[in-house]
């Protein structure tokens, strides 16, 4: 079983940027997408972005424009750029990856907070 860990989260003010990162323990194939989830206290988890193995991308609506997803694969590893950021997206992110046999991982979160 691979392991995901997240990394890069911080207390940030806001129209500030915070990159994320999400490592796997091991070299991995048979991806089907990476994904960035996040869930703020009392809120559902929510999906921030995704990047399918054909680069093609989704993004939350409210994300849009602000943040990007990417991926080293020579590195096994998924980002997620932050720009402009707001209050609204603190929260915990997580970052998770399914494999192509229908398989999911997930990392352990990592805390973003925006705050001036």
């Known amino acids: 079983q691979v392991q995901l860990v997240e990394s890069g989260g911080g207390v940030v003010q806001p129209g500030g940027s915070l990159r994320l990162s999400c490592a796997a323990s091991?070299?991995?194939?048979?991806?089907?997408?990476w994904a960035w989830y996040r869930q703020a206290p009392g809120n559902q988890r929510e999906l921030v972005a995704r990047i399918h193995s054909d680069g093609t991308t989704y993004y939350l609506d409210s994300v849009k424009g602000r943040f990007t997803i990417s991926t080293d694969m020579s590195e096994n590893t998924v980002y997620l750029q932050m720009r402009s950021v707001k209050p609204d997206d603190t929260a915990m992110y997580y970052c998770?990856?399914?494999?192509?046999?229908?398989?999911?991982?997930w990392g352990q979160g990592t805390q973003v907070i925006v705050s001036s």
């Open positions: 998770n990856l399914i494999f192509s046999e229908g398989s999911t991982s």
């Open positions: 091991k070299s991995i194939f048979g991806i089907y997408s």
